[in-house]
Protein backbone atom coordinates (compact mmCIF):
# COMPACT_ATOMS: atom_id res chain seq x y z
CA UNK A 1 0.00 0.00 0.00
CA UNK A 2 1.20 3.49 -0.64
CA UNK A 3 0.60 6.30 2.02
CA UNK A 4 0.27 9.93 0.29
CA UNK A 5 0.61 13.19 2.04
CA UNK A 6 -1.78 16.33 1.55
CA UNK A 7 1.98 18.02 1.23
CA UNK A 8 3.64 20.67 -0.62
CA UNK A 9 6.70 20.16 -2.69
CA UNK A 10 8.51 21.90 -4.89
CA UNK A 11 9.65 21.37 -7.75
CA UNK A 12 6.33 20.01 -8.51
CA UNK A 13 5.66 16.42 -9.74
CA UNK A 14 5.12 17.59 -13.22
CA UNK A 15 7.96 19.41 -13.37
CA UNK A 16 10.21 16.77 -12.95
CA UNK A 17 8.64 14.73 -15.36
CA UNK A 18 8.95 17.48 -17.72
CA UNK A 19 13.01 17.47 -17.21
CA UNK A 20 13.01 13.93 -17.26
CA UNK A 21 10.85 14.19 -20.76
CA UNK A 22 12.83 17.11 -22.26
CA UNK A 23 16.05 14.97 -21.86
CA UNK A 24 14.80 12.16 -23.91
CA UNK A 25 15.54 11.21 -27.38
CA UNK A 26 12.14 9.66 -27.27
CA UNK A 27 10.56 13.23 -26.86
CA UNK A 28 12.01 15.02 -29.50
CA UNK A 29 9.89 16.99 -31.44
CA UNK A 30 7.19 17.35 -28.54
CA UNK A 31 6.45 19.87 -26.49
CA UNK A 32 7.10 18.47 -22.86
CA UNK A 33 6.74 21.89 -20.86
CA UNK A 34 5.15 21.28 -17.84
CA UNK A 35 2.04 23.59 -19.57
CA UNK A 36 1.85 21.22 -22.38
CA UNK A 37 1.86 18.32 -20.56
CA UNK A 38 -1.31 16.77 -18.88
CA UNK A 39 -1.26 14.02 -16.30
CA UNK A 40 -3.48 11.35 -17.11
CA UNK A 41 -3.16 9.20 -14.31
CA UNK A 42 0.12 7.50 -12.37
CA UNK A 43 0.30 4.46 -10.62
CA UNK A 44 2.65 3.01 -7.53
CA UNK A 45 4.56 0.25 -6.63
CA UNK A 46 4.75 -1.08 -3.21
CA UNK A 47 8.18 -0.55 -1.28
CA UNK A 48 7.75 -3.68 1.38
CA UNK A 49 10.16 -1.99 3.54
CA UNK A 50 8.29 1.39 3.16
CA UNK A 51 11.06 3.79 2.47
CA UNK A 52 10.97 4.42 -1.50
CA UNK A 53 7.96 6.13 -3.52
CA UNK A 54 7.78 4.55 -6.79
CA UNK A 55 5.28 6.21 -8.75
CA UNK A 56 4.85 5.98 -13.10
CA UNK A 57 3.19 8.77 -14.21
CA UNK A 58 1.15 9.06 -17.12
CA UNK A 59 0.67 11.62 -19.35
CA UNK A 60 -0.12 13.35 -22.67
CA UNK A 61 1.05 16.11 -24.83
CA UNK A 62 -0.47 16.46 -27.93
CA UNK A 63 -1.79 12.66 -28.79
CA UNK A 64 1.77 11.42 -27.73
CA UNK A 65 1.08 9.42 -24.16
CA UNK A 66 4.51 8.87 -22.14
CA UNK A 67 4.74 7.20 -19.01
CA UNK A 68 7.54 8.46 -16.87
CA UNK A 69 8.49 5.80 -13.76
CA UNK A 70 10.00 7.72 -10.80
CA UNK A 71 11.39 6.62 -7.70
CA UNK A 72 11.35 9.25 -4.35
CA UNK A 73 14.27 8.58 -1.68
CA UNK A 74 15.06 9.98 1.84
CA UNK A 75 18.76 10.05 0.92
CA UNK A 76 20.75 10.00 -2.06
CA UNK A 77 21.14 6.54 -3.72
CA UNK A 78 25.20 5.01 -4.42
CA UNK A 79 26.09 5.17 -7.91
CA UNK A 80 22.73 6.59 -9.26
CA UNK A 81 24.41 10.21 -9.77
CA UNK A 82 23.26 9.97 -13.87
CA UNK A 83 19.95 8.39 -12.71
CA UNK A 84 19.57 11.28 -10.34
CA UNK A 85 16.49 13.91 -11.99
CA UNK A 86 16.37 16.41 -9.43
CA UNK A 87 15.52 16.86 -5.82
CA UNK A 88 12.42 17.95 -4.37
CA UNK A 89 11.45 19.44 -1.01
CA UNK A 90 8.44 17.49 0.55
CA UNK A 91 6.65 19.45 3.35
CA UNK A 92 6.15 16.44 5.50
CA UNK A 93 8.99 14.20 4.38
CA UNK A 94 11.71 16.56 3.92
CA UNK A 95 14.25 16.70 1.51
CA UNK A 96 13.97 13.90 -1.40
CA UNK A 97 16.13 12.38 -4.07
CA UNK A 98 13.94 11.65 -7.10
CA UNK A 99 15.29 9.01 -9.46
CA UNK A 100 14.56 8.07 -13.07
CA UNK A 101 12.98 5.00 -11.73
CA UNK A 102 14.86 2.21 -14.63
CA UNK A 103 17.61 3.50 -12.82
CA UNK A 104 16.57 2.91 -9.37
CA UNK A 105 17.18 -1.40 -8.60
CA UNK A 106 14.34 -1.01 -6.24
CA UNK A 107 11.72 -0.04 -8.60
CA UNK A 108 13.30 -2.42 -11.55
CA UNK A 109 12.80 -5.04 -8.45
CA UNK A 110 9.22 -4.56 -8.13
CA UNK A 111 8.68 -4.59 -11.75
CA UNK A 112 9.86 -7.63 -12.46
CA UNK A 113 8.01 -8.64 -9.07
CA UNK A 114 4.44 -7.23 -10.59
CA UNK A 115 4.82 -9.24 -13.67
CA UNK A 116 6.41 -12.43 -12.83
CA UNK A 117 4.29 -12.91 -9.96
CA UNK A 118 0.85 -11.35 -11.99
CA UNK A 119 0.70 -9.10 -9.31
CA UNK A 120 -1.61 -5.40 -9.17
CA UNK A 121 0.25 -1.99 -8.46
CA UNK A 122 -0.06 -0.49 -5.03
CA UNK A 123 -3.42 0.48 -3.43
CA UNK A 124 -3.22 4.16 -2.43
CA UNK A 125 -4.41 5.95 0.43
CA UNK A 126 -4.75 9.90 1.53
CA UNK A 127 -3.41 10.01 5.26
CA UNK A 128 -3.46 12.93 7.87
CA UNK A 129 -0.43 14.47 8.82
CA UNK A 130 -0.21 11.99 11.68
CA UNK A 131 0.16 9.12 8.85
CA UNK A 132 -3.57 7.47 9.81
CA UNK A 133 -4.81 6.57 6.59
CA UNK A 134 -7.83 8.37 5.98
CA UNK A 135 -9.45 7.35 2.72
CA UNK A 136 -8.31 5.18 -0.56
CA UNK A 137 -7.55 6.75 -3.59
CA UNK A 138 -9.02 4.99 -6.42
CA UNK A 139 -8.83 7.84 -9.34
CA UNK A 140 -5.32 6.32 -10.51
CA UNK A 141 -4.53 3.54 -12.75
CA UNK A 142 -4.35 -0.09 -12.13
CA UNK A 143 -1.77 -1.91 -13.39
CA UNK A 144 -0.99 -5.67 -13.23
CA UNK A 145 1.25 -8.00 -14.45
CA UNK A 146 0.69 -11.54 -16.55
CA UNK A 147 2.90 -13.97 -14.80
CA UNK A 148 6.86 -14.67 -16.06
CA UNK A 149 7.83 -15.42 -19.80
CA UNK A 150 10.26 -18.58 -19.94
CA UNK A 151 13.41 -17.77 -21.15
CA UNK A 152 13.07 -13.67 -20.50
CA UNK A 153 15.95 -11.90 -18.25
CA UNK A 154 15.05 -8.25 -18.44
CA UNK A 155 11.72 -5.88 -18.18
CA UNK A 156 11.78 -3.03 -20.93
CA UNK A 157 9.32 -0.36 -19.42
CA UNK A 158 7.75 1.07 -22.69
CA UNK A 159 7.88 5.01 -22.76
CA UNK A 160 5.62 6.02 -25.18
CA UNK A 161 2.57 4.04 -24.73
CA UNK A 162 0.16 3.16 -27.97
CA UNK A 163 -3.41 3.55 -26.50
CA UNK A 164 -4.90 2.63 -30.23
CA UNK A 165 -3.78 -0.99 -30.07
CA UNK A 166 -4.81 -2.18 -26.75
CA UNK A 167 -3.55 -5.37 -25.43
CA UNK A 168 -5.79 -8.62 -26.14
CA UNK A 169 -5.29 -12.22 -24.44
CA UNK A 170 -3.20 -13.16 -21.38
CA UNK A 171 0.10 -13.29 -22.82
CA UNK A 172 3.40 -14.18 -20.11
CA UNK A 173 5.45 -11.73 -19.78
CA UNK A 174 3.68 -7.91 -19.51
CA UNK A 175 2.66 -5.60 -17.34
CA UNK A 176 -0.93 -4.13 -18.70
CA UNK A 177 -3.00 -1.04 -17.20
CA UNK A 178 -6.09 0.90 -17.53
CA UNK A 179 -7.20 4.21 -15.92
CA UNK A 180 -10.23 6.67 -15.74
CA UNK A 181 -11.15 7.58 -19.51
CA UNK A 182 -8.85 4.72 -21.19
CA UNK A 183 -11.65 1.51 -21.15
CA UNK A 184 -8.69 -0.93 -22.64
CA UNK A 185 -5.88 -2.42 -21.63
CA UNK A 186 -2.63 -0.84 -22.41
CA UNK A 187 0.93 -2.57 -22.44
CA UNK A 188 3.29 -0.84 -20.17
CA UNK A 189 6.19 -3.41 -19.57
CA UNK A 190 7.51 -6.39 -21.76
CA UNK A 191 9.91 -9.00 -20.21
CA UNK A 192 12.56 -9.74 -23.03
Known amino acids: MADIFNAQ ?3 GKLEIVSAWLSKQERS ?3 DVTPEALTQLSSYR ?3 PAGEVGAEIHIVASGDRVFQVP ?4 GEPLAGADEHLISTMEHSI ?5 VYAGMGDPLFRQRLDHAIATADNSARQFRVDDEGNRVEEITDVAHAWGTGPLAGAE ?3 MLYELSL ?5 GTEAGLLLGRWSGQ ?3 VVLAVMV
Open 164 to 168: DSPAE
Open 154 to 156: DVE
Open 9 to 11: INP
Open 45 to 47: FDD
Open 93 to 97: LGKRW
Open 28 to 30: AGT
Open 70 to 73: LTYR
Open 183 to 185: DSR
